[in-house]
């Protein structure tokens, strides 16, 4: 069954890191563009961090920008996040999603966008 599941979240102190893994089961990220989303208590989803299926662009919302890093491990069919500098108004559920895209190269992060298939999350929470 092909499925994603994520690991790495947790409690952090404000300017603390956290690294995130998504690890693909029962199919190959190789022609999957991969994101990450995240969703606080009382708000919508929105769209962290993506990285394109043709040639591993990345692309990241402004809000992340500079402090999270996200990339891609073939041989472990996994996708990270490292989040540095981390601020409370980080805390939430990180998901992350798989589109098949072979040779796209663009961002995932548009709001409405459709995924493949979607991991069950990983909290996050930043708090002193």
């Known amino acids: 069954q092909a499925q994603l599941a994520e690991s790495g979240g947790g409690l952090v102190q404000p300017g603390g890191s956290l690294r995130l893994a998504c690890v693909a089961s029962g199919f190959s990220l190789d022609y999957y563009g991969i994101g990450w989303f995240r969703q606080a208590p009382g708000k919508e989803r929105e769209g962290v961090a993506c990285?394109?299926?043709?040639?591993?662009?990345?692309y990241y919302a402004e809000f992340v920008r500079g402090r999270f890093i996200i990339s891609r491990d073939e041989p472990k069919n996994t996708v990270y996040l490292q989040m540095n500098n981390l601020r409370p108004d980080d805390t939430a559920v990180y998901s992350c999603?798989?589109?098949?895209?072979?040779?796209?190269?663009?961002?995932?992060?548009?709001?409405?966008?459709?995924?493949?298939?979607w991991g069950k999350g990983t909290l996050v929470t930043v708090s002193s």
């Open positions: 999603a798989a589109v098949y895209a072979p040779g796209y190269s663009g961002s995932l992060l548009s709001p409405g966008g459709e995924m493949d298939y």
């Open positions: 990285i394109s299926e043709s040639d591993d662009i990345t």
